[in-house]
C-alpha cells in the first residue's frame, strides 16, 4: 500500500515540477473529457494552452492575458497576506466594487474638468473604498470579536447592491438616455486608465500588480512586518509573546487587502471596463483566493498563478467559440485543472512509500 | 484614446483580408457569430437568442456558419470576445445584452468590415453597427389587459429585475392596460433586485400572492414565479416571460410573451448573404413578429380572451400604441396629451410610473 | 392577525420553507467544519445536488427517490473534495472553491437538455385539514416532509453532536487532530465521513430548491444560497440550533422585505416586533457582558428593552401605521442584519467562546 511521508524540507525539484505535472495531467483527463463530447482533444487543448501565447492572434491576446491576470494578481496577493496570519478576508469581491464605486464617483464628480491630477486622486479614493470597506469587518472584528468570514461575504452582497444603486442611480450616465450604467471613461481620457503601450495590454493596473508583487515579497522576506506576518500564521500565541498587537495586525492586513481589491476595481472601471455598471463585478475577488493559494501565497508564485488563471480564461473562450465547445465544460475543465494543481502539490512536501510500516512509525 | 487607434490600425490589416470586399456584392458564405450573456440553458433571454440563431443555421444551411460564446461578462471581456470573434472571421456579429453597447461600438471601431448587431441598445456610432431591440412593452399590455379582467381580488403584481427603462416600460403599460377594463385596480411591483435568482423570485411571487395579488407578470428571467403561483390550487394566474414556459400550461401560465429574436436575424443574415445589407435601428413588436404573444389558455374566459386578442391585433394593425394620452407620471404632471401617443425616446430613456402606481422606483 | 397587510403566520410558515436549502446543507457544513474541515464548496455541492435530484426525481416519478440522488451527487461530488484534502493534504479553501467551479459547470453539462420540464410534486405530508387551523395549522401541520425533515436533522446533529459518542470524536478531531490521533483515531478517515454527510446535505438542500422551493431545472438554480450556508454556520457559531435560528432569521428578513415592498412600508407593528426580538437579543448580550465587577450593563440592558415599546406607543400616538424605506436599503436588509445581530451575540465573548474548531482548514497528516 502506498504511504504519504513527509519530506524533511520541502522539495525544490517537486517544487517546480508539480505545476507541470499538473498541467499535463489536465491535458489528459481533459482531453478524454472532450474526446468524449465528440471534440478533437488536441485542438482543444493547443487552442486553450498555445494560441493564446503563439497563435496566429497572440499579437491581441498576449497582452488581453495581462488584463485578465491583473486585476486576480493585485487582489491575490493583499488576500495572500492576510491569510497568512490567519486572516479570513473573503469579501474581496465587495471591496473590489466598492474601490471602483468611490474612485469612479470622485472622476465623475468633476467630470468634464480636465487635471492631470485628477487619475492619481482617483487611485487614491478607489484604494480608499476598498480599505473603507475591508475596515468594516476588521474593526468589528477587533471591537467586538465578530468573525471576518461572515461579515466581509455578507458585504459583498450590500456592496453589490450599492453597484447597482449607482449603475441605476447616482452615477447613471446624464447622457444615457435613461439606461443604467455610469460615463464611459474612454470618453473622458483625464480620469481614464489607457494601455500604457499599444497592443500589450498593459495599464496602470497591471503595473501596479506586478510592483505590488515585487513589494509584497520585500515585506514579506525582509521587513519586521512581513516576519509578524508570518509568525502570526504559524504560531499565533508565540506572535503575542514577541509583542505582535493582533489587532493592528487584523487592521493591518485586512486594510492592505482591501486597498488593493479597491486599486484592482479602479484600475478595471477606469481601462477595461470602461464604466460602472449593473453586473461590473465578474468574481474576480472570489477568484483571487484560488490564486493566492495556486501560488502558495507566495508573491512570485502569485504572479504565476495569476497569468495560469488568466490563460485559461482566454483559451478556454477561444476553445468554446472557435470549436463549439459550451462554456460549461471549460468551466469543468478550469475546475480539474484547479484539481490537479492542489493534489500533485503533496509532493513538494511529502513522498509517496510503499508498505504500511512507515506510517506507524512515523505517527510516533 | 491611442490605444484604440493604434491596435485598430493593426487589426485593420487582418479584418481586410477576412472581410474585405465583400459589401454590395453578396457573399457566398457568412460567419454568424453571438454573444452571449447567460447560458444557452437559461430557459429564457439567452435561449430565445440562441434560438434565433438556430433559425439561422437551419434557414441557410451550409452558406452559413454559426458560432457562439455564452456567459460573456459585460465589460472587458466582451471586449476581448468581440475581438476574437471578429479576428476569427467573423461577418456579422450579434451582441445580446444591452451592457455590451460601448464594447460593441469601440470593436467596431476596429473592424469596419465586420457587421455588428447590438441588442436593445441605442449607439450607433460607426457605420457597421446596427442596433435591435423588440417591443415587449407591446406584449405587457396584452397581459394587462387578461390581468384587469382576470384579477378577483383587484389587486396584480409585477416582479421587476432593476430600475431600467425597459422595465419600467413593461410595468407602466401594464398597469395602463390592466387600468382601461379595471379602474379598481391596483398594482403592487416587487423589485428583486437580480436578473436570476430563482428562489429568490419565488419569495418575490409569494409574498405578493400573500398579500392578495392573483395575477402575476414578472420581469425576471427564471420560471419561479410562475411555479409558485401554481401552488395557489388555480387562484393566482401569470404569465411566461422571454420563452413560452408551456409547462405551465394551462394555468398558472395563461399566456406569454415570447421575445423571438429569429426573424430578425434570418433577414440580417440574408440581407449580407444578398448583399441588401444596410446599417439600421429596428424595434419592431407584434407587428414585425419579434414579439410573440403565447397561447392564450381556456383557463381565460371567452370574453377576456378575446379583448385581450384584440388588443394584440391592435396593436400589430397599429390601431392602438399602448401609451396613448391623456396619461400622467406618478407625480401628477402631465406626461401625455389626450390622443398623443409616446415618442420612442421617452420610452427608450423611461425612468418614471405613470400615475396611479403606488410605491417609489430605486434611484 | 394582519399587520398592514403583512400577516405573520403566513409569513414564519413561508420562511420554513423557504429557510430549509440553506438550512440543510448548513447543517451538513457545521459538521464538516466541527471535524476541522473547511469546504468552500457548498454551492457546488448543492447545484450538483439539485441537477442529481431533478433528473432522479423526473426519471423515476419519485420526488422521495429525487432527494435520495440529490444526496448521492452532493456526496459525490464531496468525495472530491474529501480525496483532495484528506489523502493528497491539498489547500481546503482553494479546493473548495475549486470544487463550486467544477459543480457548477458539470450541473450545466449534465443539465442539458432537462430545461423546461415540470418535476414530479412534492406533496404535504399532513392531511390538509390539519393546516387549515388558525395560526398553528399553517405553521405546524403545513409543510411537506422535507420541512420537518431539516428540523429533524437540526435536532439529529445537535444530539450526536452533544451526547453520543461519534459526536465526541468529531469534536476532538476537530479541536486537536494530534490528541485525537494519539488516542488511536482515524483523523482522515472519521474527516472523510463528515465531508460525505456535508456533501449529502448540502445535496438534499440543492434537491429542494430543484424539486420544491422553484420546480424547475435551470444553470447555476441555487444563484448562491451556497455562500449563504457558509455564512450561517459562522453566524451560529457552528451550533445546530443557532443554524436553524440563523437559517430562519436570514430567510425571514428576505421574504419580510419582499412582503415589505409589496404592502409599501413596513407596518408598524411589525417594526416594533423586529425591535422587541433584536432588543432582546441586544439585552441578552449585554447581560452577559456584565459581571459581578460591572453590573452597570443591567440598566443598559433594561433600557434596550424598552426601547422598541416606546418607538411602538410613539408611533400610534403620533398615527404612524408604516415607515417608508427606500427598497434598495430593504434589498441589503438580510445581510446586514445578520452582521449586526453576528456583532451582537459575538461581542464582549473570549475567543474560546465563538466557537470555531481549533483546527478548522488545517490538513492532518500522522507523520507530523
Known amino acids: ?364 | ?363 | 392577525m394582519d399587520f398592514g397587510g403583512i400577516n405573520p403566520v403566513i409569513l414564519i410558515a413561508g420562511l420554513m420553507a423557504t429557510a430549509v436549502p440553506i438550512l440543510l446543507a448548513a447543517l451538513g457544513e457545521t459538521v464538516v467544519e466541527r471535524s476541522g474541515v473547511l469546504n468552500l464548496g457548498v454551492e457546488g455541492m448543492m447545484v450538483i445536488g439539485a441537477l442529481g435530484g431533478f433528473v432522479t426525481a423526473v426519471h423515476t416519478g419519485s420526488p422521495a427517490l429525487g432527494f435520495l440522488g440529490g444526496a448521492v451527487a452532493g456526496a459525490l461530488l464531496s468525495l472530491i473534495f474529501a480525496a483532495l484534502t484528506q489523502v493528497f493534504l491539498a489547500n481546503q479553501v482553494a479546493t473548495g472553491l475549486a470544487l463550486t467551479l467544477f459543480g457548477l459547470g458539470v450541473s450545466s453539462l449534465g443539465g442539458q437538455g432537462y430545461n423546461g420540464i415540470k418535476p414530479p410534486h412534492t406533496p404535504g405530508l399532513l392531511p390538509e385539514a390539519l393546516a387549515g387551523i388558525p395560526v398553528a395549522g399553517p405553521i405546524l401541520f403545513g409543510h411537506d416532509w422535507v420541512v420537518y425533515f431539516s428540523i429533524a436533522m437540526t435536532a439529529l446533529v445537535w444530539w450526536v453532536l452533544k451526547a453520543t459518542r461519534i459526536g465526541l470524536i468529531i469534536r476532538a478531531v476537530g479541536e486537536s487532530h494530534d490528541s485525537a490521533h494519539a488516542l488511536g483515531y482515524k483523523v482522515n478517515r472519521i474527516r472523510l465521513l463528515c465531508i460525505l454527510f456535508g456533501g449529502a446535505m448540502a445535496g438534499i438542500g440543492g434537491a429542494y430548491v430543484s424539486l420544491a422551493r422553484v420546480p424547475q431545472w435551470v444553470d447555476g438554480i441555487t444563484a448562491g444560497a451556497g455562500w449563504i450556508a457558509l455564512a450561517i454556520v459562522v453566524f451560529a457559531s457552528w451550533r445546530p440550533w443557532r443554524v436553524l435560528a440563523g437559517a430562519y432569521f436570514f430567510g425571514g428578513i428576505g421574504a419580510l422585505q419582499l412582503n415589505v415592498q409589496v404592502s409599501g412600508g413596513i407596518p408598524l407593528g411589525i417594526l416594533g416586533l423586529i425591535a422587541l426580538v433584536c432588543g432582546a437579543i441586544l439585552a441578552v448580550g449585554l447581560l452577559r457582558r456584565s459581571t459581578p465587577e460591572r453590573p452597570q450593563m443591567h440598566p443598559a440592558a433594561v433600557a434596550v428593552l424598552a426601547v422598541p415599546p416606546l418607538v411602538w406607543v410613539v408611533g400610534l400616538a403620533m398615527g404612524v401605521t408604516q415607515i417608508k424605506v427606500p427598497v434598495e436599503y430593504l434589498s441589503m436588509a438580510p445581510f446586514v442584519l445578520t452582521i449586526v445581530v453576528l456583532v451582537i451575540m459575538s461581542s464582549g465573548r473570549g475567543k474560546a467562546a465563538t466557537g470555531a474548531p481549533a483546527s478548522l482548514g488545517q490538513n492532518f497528516h500522522a507523520s507530523r
Not at chain 1, 481620457?189 to 513589494?215: K, M, Y
Not at chain 1, 482591501?258 to 455598471?277: D, H, M
Not at chain 2, 434560438?51 to 465589460?75: C, N, T
Not at chain 2, 394593425?317 to 406618478?330: D, E, L, N, R, V
Request: with cysteine.
Open chain 1, 1 to 364: 500500500m502506498l504511504r504519504l511521508e513527509k519530506r524533511p524540507t520541502p522539495s525544490r525539484f517537486w517544487l517546480y515540477a508539480t505545476p507541470v505535472v499538473a498541467v499535463v495531467l489536465t491535458m489528459i483527463v481533459g482531453g478524454i473529457l472532450f474526446a468524449l463530447m465528440g471534440k478533437n482533444p488536441f485542438e482543444v487543448i493547443r487552442t486553450i494552452f498555445w494560441d493564446p501565447v503563439f497563435g496566429e492572434f497572440a499579437f491581441y491576446l498576449r497582452g488581453q492575458l495581462l488584463v485578465k491576470a491583473g486585476p486576480l494578481i493585485l487582489i491575490a496577493i493583499g488576500l495572500a497576506l492576510g491569510f497568512r496570519a490567519g486572516i479570513w478576508n473573503i469579501g474581496a469581491e465587495g471591496q473590489y466594487i466598492m474601490g471602483a464605486v468611490v474612485g469612479a464617483s470622485v472622476g465623475l464628480a468633476v467630470f468634464p474638468t480636465d487635471n492631470r491630477l485628477i487619475f492619481p486622486v482617483m487611485v487614491l479614493a478607489g484604494a480608499f473604498g476598498g480599505w473603507a470597506w475591508a475596515m468594516i469587518p476588521a474593526i468589528l472584528k477587533t471591537r467586538f470579536n465578530t468573525n471576518e468570514i461572515l461579515v466581509s461575504l455578507m458585504l459583498v452582497y450590500v456592496a453589490q447592491t450599492i453597484l447597482a444603486k449607482a449603475a441605476t442611480g447616482f452615477l447613471k450616465n446624464p447622457e444615457g438616455m435613461g439606461f443604467p450604467g455610469s460615463r464611459n471613461f474612454s470618453s473622458y481620457p483625464a480620469a481614464a486608465n489607457p494601455e500604457l503601450i499599444a497592443g500589450s495590454g498593459l495599464h496602470w493596473g497591471g503595473v501596479t500588480a506586478l510592483v505590488t508583487a515585487v513589494l509584497a515579497y520585500i515585506l514579506l522576506s525582509r521587513h519586521i512586518a512581513g516576519y509578524q506576518i508570518k509568525l502570526a500564521g504559524q504560531a499565533p500565541r508565540a506572535a503575542r509573546f514577541h509583542g505582535v498587537s493582533p489587532t493592528r495586525l487584523v487592521m493591518l492586513c485586512m486594510g492592505l487587502s482591501g486597498a488593493l481589491a479597491g486599486l484592482a476595481g479602479l484600475f478595471e472601471v477606469t481601462g477595461p471596463a470602461g464604466q460602472i455598471s449593473i453586473d461590473f463585478n465578474t468574481g474576480y475577488g472570489f477568484t483571487a483566493i484560488i490564486v493566492a493559494f495556486l501560488g502558495r501565497l507566495n508573491p512570485l508564485g502569485i504572479v504565476l498563478a495569476g497569468f495560469l488563471m488568466a490563460l485559461t480564461y482566454v483559451g478556454g473562450e477561444m476553445a468554446s467559440t472557435n470549436l463549439g465547445l459550451p462554456a460549461a465544460a471549460i468551466q469543468v475543465f478550469q475546475g480539474m485543472l484547479l484539481f490537479f494543481l492542489l493534489a500533485v502539490d503533496v509532493l513538494t512536501n511529502y513522498r509517496f512509500r510503499l508498505g504500511a510500516g512507515a506510517a506507524s512509525a512515523g505517527a510516533k
Open chain 2, 1 to 363: 484614446m491611442n490605444r484604440r487607434t493604434l491596435l485598430a490600425t493593426a487589426a485593420l490589416g487582418l479584418s481586410l483580408a477576412f472581410g474585405g470586399g465583400a459589401q454590395a456584392a453578396g457573399m457566398d458564405k457568412v460567419k454568424a457569430c453571438f454573444v452571449y450573456v447567460g447560458p444557452i440553458g437559461d430557459g429564457g433571454w439567452t435561449f430565445q437568442h440562441h434560438q434565433g440563431a438556430l433559425a439561422v443555421k437551419e434557414k441557410f444551411g451550409d452558406k452559413v456558419e454559426i458560432q457562439y460564446q455564452e456567459s460573456v461578462p459585460e465589460g472587458a471581456d466582451a471586449e476581448r470576445v468581440l475581438t476574437q470573434m471578429a479576428l476569427g472571421g467573423c461577418n456579422i456579429i450579434f451582441t445580446t445584452s444591452f451592457g455590451y453597447m460601448d464594447a460593441t461600438n469601440a470593436v467596431a471601431a476596429k473592424f469596419p468590415d465586420v457587421k455588428f448587431e447590438h441588442a436593445t441598445g441605442f449607439k450607433r456610432e460607426h457605420p457597421n453597427v446596427s442596433t435591435y431591440n423588440a417591443r415587449f412593452y407591446e406584449g405587457r399590455a396584452v397581459q394587462g389587459t387578461i390581468a384587469g379582467m382576470m384579477t378577483k381580488s383587484n389587486k396584480i403584481g409585477y416582479i421587476g429585475s432593476f430600475p431600467i427603462p425597459e422595465v419600467m416600460n413593461g410595468i407602466n403599460s401594464y398597469y395602463l392596460a390592466a387600468k382601461k377594463v379595471n379602474p379598481n385596480v391596483e398594482l403592487s411591483v416587487v423589485w428583486a433586485f437580480t436578473w436570476f435568482d430563482p428562489a429568490k423570485e419565488a419569495d418575490a411571487a409569494k409574498a405578493l400572492i400573500d398579500q392578495g395579488v392573483d395575477v402575476i407578470a414578472a420581469h425576471t428571467d427564471s420560471t419561479a414565479p410562475l411555479a409558485e403561483a401554481a401552488k395557489a390550487g388555480g387562484a393566482v394566474i401569470g404569465f411566461g416571460q422571454a420563452s413560452d414556459m408551456e409547462a405551465y400550461k394551462p394555468s398558472p401560465r395563461v399566456s406569454s410573451i415570447i421575445d423571438n429574436w429569429a426573424p430578425y436575424y434570418v433577414e440580417r443574415v440574408g440581407a449580407l448573404l444578398d448583399g441588401t445589407y444596410e446599417q439600421s435601428d429596428i424595434w419592431a413588436g407584434i407587428a414585425g413578429g419579434e414579439v410573440l404573444i403565447g397561447e392564450i389558455t381556456d383557463a381565460v374566459p371567452a370574453e377576456v380572451k378575446a379583448a385581450a386578442e384584440k388588443v394584440r391585433d391592435d396593436i400589430a394593425a397599429g390601431t392602438f400604441h399602448p401609451f396613448t394620452g391623456p396619461i400622467k407620471k406618478q407625480d401628477g404632471s402631465e406626461w401625455l396629451a389626450e390622443g398623443a401617443t409616446a415618442p420612442d425616446g421617452d420610452l427608450l430613456g423611461m425612468d418614471f410610473f405613470v400615475e396611479g402606481i403606488k410605491g417609489d422606483i430605486p434611484k
